[in-house]
């Protein structure tokens, strides 16, 4: 899985040319900011109005156009570190749905960042409507524009740093979605899809986790099976030791064999990776020899019995092999 975590912008350029927007020197930035006059709100609390030069129109054919005079070349987006606490929380949490709902991305993108700051600095107060903004939020997952769907990636992560187990029956869309968009070829959109997956992993229960993500390791996509396999393993990895015990042994060992068997290379390196921190967990629970010296002796059934005893010779052999390989290949 990426580790990679260099900012990249997301650059969504004209269908004209820029020169009046040169002119005028309105380039929108990360917090969404537009030139304001003297009746114009502050846009930190969300509830500045959008001019009209700043948006998609509709023509008469039912197809749109931008208005050149005035719009959006670069959007930047803030690290969660950096989002500042809102001024008017009930007049945001007011305005939420509708905002998020709207036609106007820019606004919609405003109003991801202002779930973020809520979801930071006020979570208590976004519990009443959290199941409609979440459903919200996979709207916006599915929108077309990488502005949109990025700054909805970054939200979920916020939001599952806030709310943790509490939603874990609420997010199985949101799941997918995070599937689907840690898949795509668009690098910087796969890439922060990947941190927030990190990040789930981090925030929930492995035991509530790993059965949402177990359906992922059958799905017809190569990609989200791979995707799925190496959350599933980073998970197990969380579970600790006892954590596996109670999961079942013999249940990871079979979806450790399932994923060996995948056609794509990270599949089958999370399932060497989950086979080996099975076999770990194995060989630690097992009793340790009583040598008595009569036959009443405890005897230790090794990792190759267990094997040979729960899955196929071809299946046992292949868990063997790939633990044999990692073991070698492990540094001293």
């Known amino acids: 899985m990426s580790d990679s975590e260099q900012a990249l912008k997301d650059i969504n350029p004209l269908p004209e040319k820029l020169s009046s927007e040169e002119k005028h020197g309105n380039l929108y930035k990360g917090n969404f900011s537009i030139p304001r006059d003297e009746n114009s709100k502050n846009l930190k609390d969300g509830l500045g109005i959008i001019p009209t030069s700043l948006v998609s129109s509709t023509t008469d054919d039912g197809g749109t156009h931008s208005i050149p005079d005035i719009a959006v070349s670069e959007v930047e987006y803030i690290e969660s570190e950096n989002l500042d606490d809102l001024l008017s929380v009930e007049s945001n949490i007011s305005t939420l749905a509708e905002r998020l709902n709207c036609k106007d991305w ?152 399932t994923q060996l068997h995948d056609q794509l290379p990270e599949s089958r390196e999370a399932a060497r990776s989950l086979a080996l921190k099975v076999k770990e967990a194995y060989e630690k629970s097992q009793p340790p020899v009583v040598e008595t010296g009569d036959s009443d002796s405890v005897c230790k059934l090794s990792w190759e019995d267990f094997c040979q005893s729960k899955l196929s010779a071809l299946d046992a052999q292949a868990i063997l092999r790939a633990t044999c390989v990692v073991k070698e290949n492990a540094p001293v």
């Open 106 to 257: 820019v606004l919609v993108c405003e109003a991801l960042n202002n779930v973020r700051q809520l979801s930071i600095y006020h979570k208590e107060k976004l519990m009443g409507i959290l199941d409609e903004i979440l459903k919200l939020i996979v709207k916006c997952l599915k929108n077309p524009r990488s502005a949109v769907c990025k700054t909805a990636i970054m939200t979920s992560s916020d939001i599952f740093k806030a709310y943790n187990d509490s939603i874990i029956e609420s997010f199985d869309p949101l799941l997918y979605q995070l599937f689907l968009k840690s898949s795509q070829d668009k690098r910087f959109v796969c890439e922060a899809a990947e941190r927030t997956l990190i990040t789930m992993i981090t925030c929930f229960s492995s035991l509530m986790l790993l059965p949402k993500i177990q359906p992922y390791l059958k799905h017809k996509n190569p990609r989200i099976r791979a995707k799925a396999s190496m959350c599933f393993c980073g998970s197990v990895q969380s579970l600790g030791m006892d954590g596996i015990q109670i999961y079942g042994i013999d249940k990871l060992i079979e979806v450790a064999i």
